[in-house]
């Protein structure tokens, strides 16, 4: 098939191209360069957006797209070069030529054509298929296993494991969209450097907004009261049981259906919240604006801030402010073992269990291997009966492969939970008491406990049944509380942060 021709022979510079290297380069070019456009309109156009799309379509295609142009040039430049050592040899040189009235060309043409056609098919099936499964829950959770474990591991068990982790980290709009696919290449770079943070913080782009959240949920729905029973065990050798029964007054926003007001008064769009932190977990709240329908505005500060709020960020109040650990609710040693007494999984009759499995499950532990071993160890040492052991160190442990990542330096510390008052500042950030109007007239609302909930019942077994419709002042467990903060002494855990 190829046809000799003469080395002095004027040629165009096309012939250079003409050999299997340039031309199977061609070809590679030209499914990464399918496989692009493919990826990019899947992307465009899928009802969920993927940020790893981004590492297949930027990153991968482009890649062999490269490859492909290399190949061809590869296959030009060998040429050149052999057609010029013809020349000086003076020997004849043959380029690749076609003839299509020549059987066996034809043949070798058919199946080159097949095998292009079969791969670009392959390639666009490979993609989608990749694609396909970036969009899991699976590739997201596990495959970046060690630096995204805490998160999915804890997603799995609230309210929202069945949503995808995509439907609340990649937001709607062009410039969301493009940011999160440069966000999802920048990832996969650290998590193959292995230099991620540990534990990982959200950045600005990959936070969700509240836009996300009304997705699914309706801003001005009418939550009304909750009522919520909060199951706790002392730290004593009978393991007391001590509850409360909160009845919740969420409340809702909108006046057509239901009264204004209640926690959920704060995302009425009628009202405007705005505050100003000054640290990076927006812990410390020392300034906040509420405008209302009016138009009117007032302005709480604390004693201690002196500052201009302009000099920071000023951030409207969202449901995250509250809500901030939707999806990744990491529960603290505390609540987790009293979750386990309440179902039955520890027996509350072993002397000292909470006090003893929580201070097991809280030490420094490096790795997980290493907790767990530990684990079974202390509490082997602490019940040397192994009919009360062996439950009780499968529960520990259970509870430790949940809430706790040492490899990734995550526990119910590193990420606060702002929904309530107890083991992080949350609500009383505002609701402190401190907060006042220049005139120091008004105070955002505090020291009233029954404002935001009424505490119907208290204590264990028959109090628990006499519930008060008024609300009960509350009635403290054990030591004197004479700060309002409760925080002071309760960290989720037994040690102070
Ligand atoms: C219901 C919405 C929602 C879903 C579903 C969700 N997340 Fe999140 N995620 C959040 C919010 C809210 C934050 C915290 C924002 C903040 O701290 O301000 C967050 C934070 C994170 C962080 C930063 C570290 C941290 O714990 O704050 C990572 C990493 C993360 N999510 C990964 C995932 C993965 C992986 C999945 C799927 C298994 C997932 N998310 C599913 C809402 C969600
Ligand atoms: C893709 C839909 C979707 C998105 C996005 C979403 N949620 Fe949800 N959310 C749900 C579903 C479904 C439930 C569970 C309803 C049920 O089973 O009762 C839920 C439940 C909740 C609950 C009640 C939880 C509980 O434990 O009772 C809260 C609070 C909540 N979501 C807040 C948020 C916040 C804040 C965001 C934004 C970061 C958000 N959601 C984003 C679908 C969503
Ligand atoms: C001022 C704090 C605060 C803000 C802001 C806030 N919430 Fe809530 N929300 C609460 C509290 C407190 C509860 C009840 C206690 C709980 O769920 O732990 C609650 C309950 C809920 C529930 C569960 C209702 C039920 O029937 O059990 C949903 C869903 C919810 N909020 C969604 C949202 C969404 C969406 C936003 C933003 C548009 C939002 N919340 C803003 C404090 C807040
Ligand atoms: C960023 C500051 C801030 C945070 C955090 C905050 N609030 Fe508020 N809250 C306010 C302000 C400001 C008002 C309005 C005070 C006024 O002007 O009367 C308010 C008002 C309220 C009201 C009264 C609404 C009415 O009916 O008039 C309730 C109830 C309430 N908050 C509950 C909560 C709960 C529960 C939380 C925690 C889950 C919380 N707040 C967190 C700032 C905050
Ligand atoms: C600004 C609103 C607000 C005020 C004021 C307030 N609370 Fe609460 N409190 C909450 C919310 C919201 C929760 C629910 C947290 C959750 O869902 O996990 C809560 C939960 C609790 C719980 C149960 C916590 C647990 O885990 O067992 C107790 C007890 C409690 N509050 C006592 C008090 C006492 C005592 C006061 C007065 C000093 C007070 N609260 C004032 C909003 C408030
Ligand atoms: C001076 C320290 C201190 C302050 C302040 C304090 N507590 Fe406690 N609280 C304790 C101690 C100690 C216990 C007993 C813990 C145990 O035995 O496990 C306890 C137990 C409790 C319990 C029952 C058991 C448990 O582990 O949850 C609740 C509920 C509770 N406190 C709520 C609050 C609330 C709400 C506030 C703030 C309004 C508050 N406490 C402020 C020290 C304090």
């Known amino acids: 098939m190829p046809e000799a021709i003469s080395p002095t ?44 799309i981004g590492i297949l379509a930027y990153v991968i295609a482009p890649f062999f797209f ?48 097949l095998g292009a056609v079969g791969f670009l098919f392959l390639t666009a099936l490979g993609s989608y298929e990749t694609y396909q499964y970036t969009e899991s829950v699976d590739f997201c959770g596990k495959r970046c296993h060690v630096p995204m474990k805490p998160q999915f591991i804890a997603a799995q068990h609230t309210a929202h494991a069945q949503v ?46 509240q836009e996300i959240c009304l997705q699914c949920h309706w801003p001005n729905r009418y939550v009304g009261t909750v009522d919520r029973t909060y199951q706790h065990y002392l730290s004593d050798e009978a393991n007391t049981p001590f509850a409360v029964r909160l009845l919740l007054n969420v409340g809702g926003g909108e006046p057509s259906r239901g009264p204004v007001g209640g926690i959920h008064w704060h995302m009425n769009i009628a009202n405007k919240v705005e505050y100003i932190a000054t640290d990076k977990d927006a812990e410390t709240i020392p300034w906040v604006r509420v405008t209302n329908a009016q138009g009117q505005t007032t302005e709480y ?45 520890i027996d509350p009759k072993i002397p000292f269990a909470k006090a003893k499995v929580v201070a097991a499950l809280t030490q420094p532990y490096t790795s997980e291997q290493e907790a767990l071993q530990a684990i079974a160890t202390s509490l082997r040492t602490a019940y040397p009966d192994a009919a009360q052991a062996d439950p009780l160190i499968a529960e520990a442990q259970a509870i430790y492969r949940q809430n706790f990542f040492p490899e990734m330096k ?73 700060e309002f903060s409760c925080t002071t002494c309760h960290t989720g855990g037994p040690q102070l942060p």
Not at 12 to 36: I, K, P, T
């Open 301 to 345: 500060r604390t004693d201690v801030f002196k500052g201009e709020p302009s000099q920071h960020e000023i951030r409207r109040m969202d449901c995250l402010d509250c809500h901030s650990r939707p999806a990744h609710n990491v529960m603290p040693p505390n609540d987790a073992v009293d979750v386990s007494i309440a179902a039955g999984r």
């Open 66 to 113: 490269l490859l492909g142009v290399a190949l061809t040039l590869l296959g030009a430049i060998l040429h050149k070069r052999e057609e010029r050592r013809a020349i000086r040899l003076e020997k004849k040189h043959r380029i690749l030529q076609i003839d299509l009235s020549r059987k066996r060309d034809r043949r070798i043409l058919a199946a080159f054509a």
């Open 9 to 52: 022979q004027p040629q165009s510079f096309r012939r250079h191209f003409q050999n299997w290297l340039s031309w199977a380069g061609m070809v590679l070019g030209a499914a990464a360069l399918f496989a692009f456009v493919l990826l990019f309109a899947i992307d465009l156009f899928a009802p969920a957006k993927n940020p790893y």
């Open 164 to 209: 995808e982790c995509v439907n609340c980290h990649v937001g709607p709009g062009a410039a969301a969209y493009f940011k999160t696919k440069l966000n999802g290449v920048r990832q996969l770079y650290h998590t193959v450097l292995g230099d991620f943070d540990r534990p990982i913080y959200i950045t600005g782009e990959t936070r969700p907004d």
């Open 410 to 482: 995550t526990n119910w510390r590193t990420h606060p939970n702002n929904i309530g008052h107890k083991d992080w500042n949350g609500c009383f950030r505002c609701h402190d008491g401190n907060h006042k109007t220049a005139d120091g007239k008004k105070t955002i609302s505090a020291n009233d406990c029954n404002s935001c909930h009424l505490i119907l019942a208290q204590g264990s077994g028959e109090e628990l049944k006499k519930l008060n419709a008024n609300g009960y002042p509350f009635f403290h467990i054990d030591a004197e509380f004479s």
